[in-house]
Every structure is written in structure tokens, then in C-alpha cells.
């Protein structure tokens, strides 16, 4: 017995990493969110009061439950590489330790009685007292688990914003992502961006974990109270999903635009090799020409990221492709390319129109550490070592949020490549109008999840993606090399997918369509102020800190 009670938090913790993981492709169990924490949080709260630093035991419990989230939700790194992923997992998952160490901080102690007795009769009144109104428990008062629900998902909210940012940042898979599917419910990132759906879905697991504490109290003392905790979480959740509901009714002008997008599944060992250019360049062609002799000839033509196996405007054998298929085309071409200046080499993407006459480029802004650079690679060769092979050179980032211009008029394109569409502030910052433009009213994000395999990885990335078209309001066209290429609409609904006859994303082929393109550049709250909902939990955190802090010093 005494081995169970030792075991059981640590497999609480290890139960939460793994409910955590289940609600991500390739699972999509998207409702365990709703129960993911609650064993940690458990865990935390009622086990371990003989720990001489219960502080410290906290923190490794949070710690466990990130190693067991961190290293399945990202396995599919292992096809890249097995070290990488395995050391990538012992700093991420000090994000889940310092909100395991919040939740102890804040957890509810003591009891609160009637009156203290100071004389033998009042002692006695004080019994019988409590006969008849047994002590008061924390735990049973609404307004307690109410705050204490608000300050632990403020706690939450801020771990996955510092998450995102720090050290470059990657901010995947946050808890609000997981409701990805449930299209209702993920209409408030207009405001909050997913900061506010990892808030509600973290405070109904606190609230949860009360109530069943609360119910357990109340059958022992036989004095049950009204939940208005329960009642006001239910309560608010469900004003969320009839906003949602509403939200998606609303419609707004809109012009169509003809769009293909060309998936290749060239695998990652032929992209670059010069054996394979010939046949890379004839596999561009062929579905290109599917696209354009398509019944409506699109208006906008996509190719995914590094979609040709050299640089397009320093090499003339990849400039004279580009443009040759360019000048036989109506359509403008939107395409991935690596792209060179005084020895520095960027990840590209090239907007090519008026039959090769007209050229835009974009380089990437956020360089994927270890994917596209290794951070203090001659400092730490340690770090070069790790990654090996995979990431022989460094990308140099861009400096420019540049929005391409389509020749059909008032199309503004974000061309947005491989993880740039994972990240909110990033991408809004191309809607925002400009001196030089309007703003972004279209979302293209061009990517190569070939490194990936057919691994979760790149349906994780879709999950991860949708919540910057309800963010901002803007439809995305996504063309991948291989894994999910699609159309997303304003609402983050995907309305197109590309599919094999055996419904794999992990195919070749062309995807076609009609983009329902916003005419009126308006702007979301989210789109004009960014991150501010997770700031504030950042400040709601930092300001219980101190007080949790303040009154445990005057307790001792």
C-alpha cells in the first residue's frame, strides 16, 4: 500500500503527458483536453505532505508530465534526428515544471472554523458549534476554486506565451490547439488569439479537479452547497461555443479567386540532388500543366517551399524553368525557392507574374533553429554535432514583412513559409496595413513536410495553422511538398484537402479551387493587438506570485 501511495503521483504526472498527447494528430482525441491536467494537478494537491521540500517534488512531477507530453507528441522528430529530439524534450519540459510549481504555490490549505475557544465553555460551544456546522473547507466556497481556477489558467497561458518566444520560441501544440476541430469554439481567437482558448480549457480542468474534491468533502459532512464554480464555468464555455455559432453565420463581401496548389512529394533526399533536377523539373511541369488546362485556368498557381533543387535567380537552369513555365501561363506563379546575396543564403518565396516580367520576393523572418540554422554553431560544436548532416549550412533571416500583389488586383498575398504559419504575431503583422500597402487579405503558406515522413508531424502542423486564419480573418491556401496540402477559410474550416484514392494526405497531385478572398481589409482586435490576452495572464501571474509569496512569509 505504502509502494502505491509513493508511485501514484508520478504516474498521475506521466498520465497527464500522455492525455496531453492524445488530443494531437495522430490521435485527435481533441476532448481530453478537458481532463489532460487534472491528474497532474491532482497529483500536486494530495499526495506528498511528508516532502521535506515539497517545492522541489512539484517541480519534478511538472517535469515528467512535460517528458512524457514532449517526447511522444514529438516523435516524429526522431526522422530527423533521435538526439535532437530526445534533448529537445529535457528544456521544454521545464515549462510544464514552473506551472507545477505555481500549482503548488497557490493550492488551498487549511480549514476556516466558527470561533476560537479561549475558555473550557468556549471550547464547548465551538463543539457543538461544529456538530452542527462542520468546519469550513476552502475547497467548498465558489468563489475560491473560482480564483483559484483563474490564477492557475493565467499560469498556464503564460507558460505556452513564453513558450512561443524564448530562444526563438516553439510554441506548438498549446492546450487550446487541441480544439482545433471544434470550429465553434475557436472563434474567440479574433480577440484572444489561442492564448484565450488554452485559458478556458485550463480553467475548466482546475474547476474540475475542485469540484470533485468539493462533492467528496460534502458527502462526508453531509452539507451540500450550490456549485456555482461548475454552474459559471458551464455557463461561460457554452457563451463561447453560441458566439462561435453566431460568428460563423456572419458574412462579409468577398471575391472568388481560382487557386492551384501543387503538391510534389518529392522525398527529401532528391530535392537537392543533381541526378534528380531533370526529373524534378519534368514532375513540376506535368502537374503544373494539369492546373493550368484545368476548366477554369487558375488565377494564382503555388508551388511548396525549396519546390526547385537550386537557387532560382543566381542559376540559370532554374531560372530558365521558373520562367519558361511562367511566360506559358495566364496565372500568376507562387513559388518556394532558395534565393542568394553577397554569400548569404535565405529561404525564399518568389511571386513571379506578367509571363516572367514581374519578380517579388520574400525571405523568411523566422529561421527554425536546428532546422534552417544551428544557434552558436561555432561556439558550441556540440550543438552542430547533435543535429549532423541535416543542417549542413546556416540561413540568414529576412528583414522585410513583405506582402505580394497579385495581378488580379486587390489580392494581397502573406506569403508565409514552412512554420511561419504556426505563429500568431508573426503572421499578423503581414495583415497590418502599411505605407506601401493595404494589408494582407489572403494567407499562402508554402512548406516541406517531407523531413517529416508520413509522420504526425505534419497534420500537427495543419492543427497548429488553423488559428491564424480565425485570428485575422483571412482564408489560407496551404501547399505542402508532401503531407497536408489544403484550403482553409476565414472561420478555420478546411474546405479543400488533397487526398489520395485511399484518403492519405501523403500523395502527389494537384489541388484546385475557389478561395473566397475578403475585399474589405478589416482587422481583428487580435490582428491589431497581438498577444495582449497572454500578457495580462503574464501579469495576473507575476501578481500572485508575489501575493502566494507574501502570505506563506507571514504564516511562518
Given amino acids: 500500500m505504502k509502494k502505491v501511495t509513493i508511485f501514484w503521483p508520478w504516474l498521475a ?4 503527458g500522455l492525455l496531453y498527447t492524445a488530443c494531437f494528430p495522430p490521435f485527435n482525441l481533441t476532448w481530453l483536453c478537458w481532463i489532460a491536467l487534472t491528474p497532474l494537478i491532482a497529483a500536486i494537491w494530495f499526495s506528498g505532505r511528508e516532502s521535506r521540500l515539497p517545492w522541489l517534488r512539484n517541480l519534478l512531477l511538472g517535469y515528467a508530465a512535460g517528458l512524457a507530453f514532449f517526447w511522444t507528441a514529438f516523435s516524429w ?25 505555481f500549482c503548488g504555490l497557490v493550492r488551498p490549505r487549511g480549514t476556516k472554523t466558527q470561533s476560537v475557544a479561549t475558555t473550557k465553555w468556549d471550547e464547548m460551544l465551538v463543539q457543538a458549534r461544529s456538530a452542527a456546522a462542520p468546519p469550513q473547507s476552502p475547497w467548498t466556497k465558489s468563489t475560491n476554486n473560482l480564483l483559484l481556477a483563474f490564477v492557475l489558467a493565467a499560469a498556464w497561458t503564460t507558460q505556452e506565451w513564453l ?15 487541441a480544439l482545433h476541430d471544434n470550429w465553434p469554439l475557436i472563434q474567440i481567437v479574433e480577440f484572444t488569439g489561442v492564448a484565450g482558448l488554452s485559458f478556458m480549457v485550463a480553467f475548466a480542468n482546475v474547476i474540475l479537479v475542485t469540484t470533485v474534491r468539493r462533492l467528496i468533502l460534502e458527502a462526508r459532512t453531509h452539507a451540500p452547497r450550490p456549485h456555482f464554480d461548475l454552474t459559471l464555468t458551464m455557463a ?5 461555443l453560441t458566439f462561435g455559432l ?41 502537374l503544373s500543366e494539369i492546373a493550368l488546362r484545368s476548366n477554369s485556368p487558375p488565377d494564382l498557381l503555388i508551388w511548396p517551399e525549396s519546390s ?28 518556394g525557392a532558395i534565393d542568394e546575396e553577397n554569400g548569404d543564403v535565405y529561404n525564399a518565396a518568389l511571386l513571379v507574374s506578367d509571363g516572367g516580367e514581374r519578380v517579388q520576393v520574400y525571405r523568411k523572418l523566422h529561421l527554425v533553429p536546428f532546422g534552417e540554422y544551428v544557434p552558436g554553431r561555432h561556439r558550441v560544436p556540440l550543438l552542430a554535432r547533435i543535429v549532423g548532416d541535416q543542417v549542413p549550412g546556416d540561413f540568414k533571416a529576412g528583414k522585410e514583412y513583405t506582402v505580394f500583389a497579385l495581378t488580379t488586383g486587390d489580392v494581397q498575398v502573406a506569403p508565409l513559409i514552412c512554420f511561419e504559419d504556426t505563429i500568431g504575431e508573426l503572421t499578423r503583422q503581414f495583415v497590418l496595413p502599411s505605407e506601401t500597402n493595404p494589408g494582407a487579405n489572403l494567407l499562402v503558406d508554402i ?9 504526425a508531424g505534419s497534420h500537427q502542423h495543419l492543427a497548429n495553422a488553423i488559428c491564424r486564419c480565425v485570428e485575422t480573418r483571412r482564408p489560407m491556401v496551404r501547399a505542402a511538398n508532401t503531407g497536408v496540402t489544403c484550403f482553409i477559410n476565414q472561420f478555420g474550416r478546411v474546405t479543400q484537402m488533397l487526398r489520395d484514392e485511399t484518403g492519405s494526405t501523403f500523395t502527389e497531385g494537384v489541388l484546385t479551387g475557389e478561395i473566397k478572398v475578403p475585399t474589405e481589409h478589416e482587422l481583428t482586435f487580435y490582428t491589431r493587438h497581438g498577444e495582449l490576452f497572454a500578457k495580462f495572464c503574464a501579469v495576473i501571474t507575476l501578481l500572485a506570485i508575489l501575493a502566494a509569496s507574501a502570505i506563506r512569509r507571514r504564516k511562518l
Avoid at 504526472?13 to 497527464?16: M, Q
Fill in 13 to 16: 504526472a506521466i498520465c497527464s
Fill in 77 to 101: 522528430l526522431t526522422t530527423v534526428t533521435v538526439l535532437g529530439w530526445f534533448v529537445l524534450a529535457f528544456y521544454m519540459a521545464i515549462y510544464f515544471a514552473l506551472w507545477a510549481w
Fill in 163 to 177: 513558450r512561443g518566444w524564448v530562444f526563438s520560441g516553439w510554441g506548438w501544440n498549446g492546450l487550446g490547439v
Fill in 236 to 240: 461561460a464555455i457554452v457563451g463561447v
Fill in 246 to 286: 453566431r460568428a460563423g453565420q456572419v458574412s462579409t463581401p468577398t471575391k472568388p479567386l481560382r487557386v492551384a496548389a501543387v503538391q510534389s512529394n518529392v522525398p527529401q533526399n532528391q530535392k537537392f540532388d543533381p541526378q534528380f533536377t531533370r526529373k524534378i523539373f519534368d514532375q513540376f511541369r506535368r
Fill in 308 to 335: 526547385m533543387p537550386g537557387p532560382v535567380l543566381a542559376e540559370q537552369e532554374n531560372y530558365r524553368f521558373v520562367m519558361n513555365l511562367a511566360a506559358s501561363a495566364e496565372s500568376d506563379l507562387l513559388l
Fill in 447 to 455: 512548406t516541406n513536410d517531407g523531413w517529416f515522413l508520413h509522420s
